[in-house]
């Protein structure tokens, strides 16, 4: 394991969530489903780094399962867009990890399942508590309403 590519994806995924809560982009329809469906692409650029087409191909592929996940968290409303996105991560930190079992992509750092694996894995973490509290903070104002009125 690399303990080093671990704590920097931690670094990361810290300095992610901080930036898009404080420029409210994880307010946004479009910032997470957006940054899920980048996931992929690191892939096929490993891919086509070390001159390997036929894993290029099964990156398209594997890819897609991804670009859904995000298209249709875009498509969701708030709440279950960030569950989606949150389960996306989730299914990405797994494919990470076992990757290497599916087939050999060539480019691929020897570091990036423990990097991009702990990036994924706390941001899906973090997105299904995020919902959570979105849907405890939207019933705390219908109840308040309901006194209210």
């Given at each position: 394991m690399n303990l080093y590519a671990l704590v920097i994806g931690i670094a990361t995924?810290?300095?992610?969530?901080f930036r898009f809560k404080q420029s409210k982009l994880e307010y946004t329809k479009w910032a997470y489903p957006l940054l899920l469906a980048s996931f992929p692409i690191y892939y096929f650029a490993f891919a086509v780094y070390g001159n390997d087409f036929t894993a290029l191909g099964k990156e398209l592929l594997a890819g897609m399962v991804f670009f859904a996940f995000a298209f249709i968290a875009y498509k969701s409303q708030r709440a279950l867009a960030a569950v989606l996105v949150g389960i996306g991560c989730i299914l990405h930190a797994v494919y990470d990890a076992f990757h290497y079992?599916?087939?050999?992509?060539?480019?691929?750092?020897?570091?990036w399942i423990e990097f991009c694996g702990s990036i994924d894995l706390i941001l899906g973490v973090y997105l299904i508590y995020f919902a959570l509290t979105i849907r405890s903070k939207a019933q705390n104002q219908d109840v308040q309403r309901i006194h209210a009125g």
């Amino acid at each position: 394991m690399n303990l080093y590519a671990l704590v920097i994806g931690i670094a990361t995924v810290a300095f992610i969530i901080f930036r898009f809560k404080q420029s409210k982009l994880e307010y946004t329809k479009w910032a997470y489903p957006l940054l899920l469906a980048s996931f992929p692409i690191y892939y096929f650029a490993f891919a086509v780094y070390g001159n390997d087409f036929t894993a290029l191909g099964k990156e398209l592929l594997a890819g897609m399962v991804f670009f859904a996940f995000a298209f249709i968290a875009y498509k969701s409303q708030r709440a279950l867009a960030a569950v989606l996105v949150g389960i996306g991560c989730i299914l990405h930190a797994v494919y990470d990890a076992f990757h290497y079992l599916l087939f050999t992509n060539a480019g691929t750092p020897g570091w990036w399942i423990e990097f991009c694996g702990s990036i994924d894995l706390i941001l899906g973490v973090y997105l299904i508590y995020f919902a959570l509290t979105i849907r405890s903070k939207a019933q705390n104002q219908d109840v308040q309403r309901i006194h209210a009125g």
